[in-house]
């Protein structure tokens, strides 16, 4: 084991000079103490005028303020950009100057971040939220969770606590994804089988559509990637963790974790699974949108593509989406990818920035958000939104907050997923046994990492 605690708290050089060393799993960050006025009295730092909010809490009159993330898509920057104007003509004398970061988002940020003069607000993946708050560069949201109008017990209680630091909220989720299980109706029907709610019910169900399904283009059952990623859920569905309770050691090789991947590396060597190598498809998507196959775990991102899918657009009416499979005896789990609006340590505007992000992340901007479909709303009143009930398949996606495990192992979560995905690509591939795979991977982490 190494010196450094999983909660411990990064200094400014190790956090900056950790930047060559990241990768694509996940986000590192770190920069100074908080010298914005982030004590949680609501005190702006640049001494301006005033003007109280519907919170009661004592704005800046004339604070100009930043807001960044990832330019994910035109549609995705053209909603901020509405979003913010409302806010600035709701609120006469803050001005925000929205500029998303095109590329390479997080060495950028990390960049600012360590610089002391990053945006004032900004996305955190919640991959990399634990090395932000450990290395003490976010304002504390606090302040906006304690206000009386503002109501955190309508999100998703695993999202909002994504973005906890020891005890104190460092960001308020913007929107997330879950994964579910999205499958052929037609061939599921051609099959006979319903959708499965355990393993046993999905292991027959994949061995009734490998025996049945006529279709032609039809190659396999079901896709997964080579690395394993329904993995991470199936894991916790069986009752296991990725880490010990305080977070020193991992504890993945355990039974649990060995007996899901067994149940994995088993649909393959049944060839009732097929990795996206065996079918000359890139993705999930595209296997299930040519009909390659009749499962798929996938996450919202799916839908778009098949509602929009021209080679074949009669699929998007055959596919329907359902929560994934359990074991018989185990819990409802799935992974939540999630991402929040969070601020600078360093912000000369604290009340500023956390009214913005008030207004970004109310019940009306949440809900313009979730209405464009491009990801889930973080608030579970939302699942009686029209919307919803017009799109169900995002409702069978939302729902599943509820259950969700955000992929995130603390501040060196990177490091952690980089050392497990290879062995599970290797047991995927026959390489290794599942036992020999999670072993080799828990003991790399607990030497080299925790």
């Given at each position: 084991m190494t010196d450094d605690s999983t909660n411990g708290r990064l200094s400014r050089r190790r956090f900056v000079a950790g930047l060559s060393t990241a990768g694509a799993a996940a986000f590192l960050a770190g920069c100074s103490d908080d010298s914005g006025g982030s004590s949680g009295d609501g005190s702006s730092g640049d001494g301006s005028?005033?003007?109280?909010?519907?919170?009661?809490?004592?704005?800046?009159?004339?604070?100009?303020?930043?807001?960044?993330?990832?330019?994910?898509?035109?549609?995705?920057?053209?909603?901020v950009t509405d979003l913010v104007s409302e806010f600035e003509s709701n609120h006469e004398g803050i001005g925000v100057d929205y500029n998303p970061i095109q590329s390479k988002y997080k060495q950028k940020l990390k960049?600012?971040?360590?610089?002391?003069?990053?945006?004032?607000?900004?996305?955190?993946?919640?991959?990399?939220?634990?090395s932000f708050a450990s290395a003490n560069v976010l304002l504390s949201m606090?302040?906006?969770?304690?206000?009386?109008?503002?109501?955190?017990?309508?999100?998703?209680?695993?999202?909002?606590?994504?973005?906890?630091?020891?005890?104190?909220?460092?960001?308020?989720?913007?929107?997330?994804?879950?994964?579910?299980?999205?499958?052929?109706?037609?061939?599921?029907e051609e099959a006979s089988v319903d959708p499965p709610t355990t393993w046993s019910q999905f292991e027959d169900a994949l061995s009734a559509l490998k025996d049945n399904v006529s279709n032609e283009s039809f190659k396999a059952p079901m896709?997964?990637?080579?690395?394993?990623?329904?993995?991470?859920?199936?894991?916790?569905?069986?009752?296991?963790?990725?880490?010990?309770?305080?977070?020193?050691?991992?504890?993945?090789?355990?039974?649990?974790g060995v007996e899901a991947l067994e149940f994995l590396t088993g649909l393959k060597e049944d060839g009732l699974l097929?990795?996206?190598?065996?079918?000359?498809?890139?993705?999930h998507g595209a296997a299930i949108a040519n009909q390659e196959v009749a499962t798929a775990i996938l996450g919202p991102?799916?839908?778009?593509?098949?509602?929009?899918?021209?080679?074949?657009?009669?699929?998007?009416g055959q596919i329907d989406v359902a929560h994934l499979p359990k074991p018989s005896d185990g819990e409802k789990a799935t992974i939540a990818y999630t991402v929040s609006y969070s601020a600078s340590a360093n912000t000369d505007s604290p009340a500023a920035t956390?009214?913005?992000?008030?207004?970004?992340?109310?019940?009306?901007?949440m809900a313009r958000w979730a209405k464009k479909g491009l990801a889930l709303s973080a608030r579970k009143s939302h699942a009686d939104l029209d919307y919803y009930d017009e799109h169900p398949r995002r409702k069978t996606l939302l729902e599943a907050g509820d259950w969700s495990q955000p992929f995130s192992f603390g501040p060196k979560s990177e490091s952690i997923v980089n050392r497990v995905r290879p062995q599970l690509e290797a047991a995927m591939l026959g390489e290794k046994s599942p036992s020999d795979a999670l072993s080799t991977a828990q003991q790399k982490i607990n030497d080299e990492v925790l």
């Amino acid at each position: 084991m190494t010196d450094d605690s999983t909660n411990g708290r990064l200094s400014r050089r190790r956090f900056v000079a950790g930047l060559s060393t990241a990768g694509a799993a996940a986000f590192l960050a770190g920069c100074s103490d908080d010298s914005g006025g982030s004590s949680g009295d609501g005190s702006s730092g640049d001494g301006s005028g005033s003007t109280t909010t519907t919170a009661g809490t004592t704005t800046p009159m004339n604070a100009d303020i930043t807001l960044s993330g990832w330019a994910a898509n035109n549609e995705e920057s053209a909603l901020v950009t509405d979003l913010v104007s409302e806010f600035e003509s709701n609120h006469e004398g803050i001005g925000v100057d929205y500029n998303p970061i095109q590329s390479k988002y997080k060495q950028k940020l990390k960049t600012q971040l360590g610089a002391g003069n990053a945006p004032d607000a900004f996305y955190v993946d919640s991959s990399y939220f634990p090395s932000f708050a450990s290395a003490n560069v976010l304002l504390s949201m606090e302040p906006l969770a304690e206000s009386e109008d503002y109501d955190t017990d309508d999100f998703f209680d695993p999202l909002l606590d994504a973005f906890r630091f020891d005890g104190t909220l460092y960001g308020v989720p913007k929107d997330f994804s879950t994964l579910g299980l999205f499958h052929n109706t037609a061939m599921f029907e051609e099959a006979s089988v319903d959708p499965p709610t355990t393993w046993s019910q999905f292991e027959d169900a994949l061995s009734a559509l490998k025996d049945n399904v006529s279709n032609e283009s039809f190659k396999a059952p079901m896709i997964e990637y080579a690395n394993g990623r329904s993995w991470w859920a199936f894991l916790y569905q069986n009752g296991g963790q990725v880490l010990s309770e305080d977070g020193s050691e991992a504890v993945f090789a355990d039974d649990p974790g060995v007996e899901a991947l067994e149940f994995l590396t088993g649909l393959k060597e049944d060839g009732l699974l097929a990795v996206p190598s065996d079918l000359g498809s890139g993705w999930h998507g595209a296997a299930i949108a040519n009909q390659e196959v009749a499962t798929a775990i996938l996450g919202p991102w799916g839908l778009p593509f098949l509602e929009g899918y021209e080679d074949n657009p009669d699929i998007n009416g055959q596919i329907d989406v359902a929560h994934l499979p359990k074991p018989s005896d185990g819990e409802k789990a799935t992974i939540a990818y999630t991402v929040s609006y969070s601020a600078s340590a360093n912000t000369d505007s604290p009340a500023a920035t956390r009214e913005l992000i008030r207004s970004l992340t109310s019940d009306e901007g949440m809900a313009r958000w979730a209405k464009k479909g491009l990801a889930l709303s973080a608030r579970k009143s939302h699942a009686d939104l029209d919307y919803y009930d017009e799109h169900p398949r995002r409702k069978t996606l939302l729902e599943a907050g509820d259950w969700s495990q955000p992929f995130s192992f603390g501040p060196k979560s990177e490091s952690i997923v980089n050392r497990v995905r290879p062995q599970l690509e290797a047991a995927m591939l026959g390489e290794k046994s599942p036992s020999d795979a999670l072993s080799t991977a828990q003991q790399k982490i607990n030497d080299e990492v925790l």
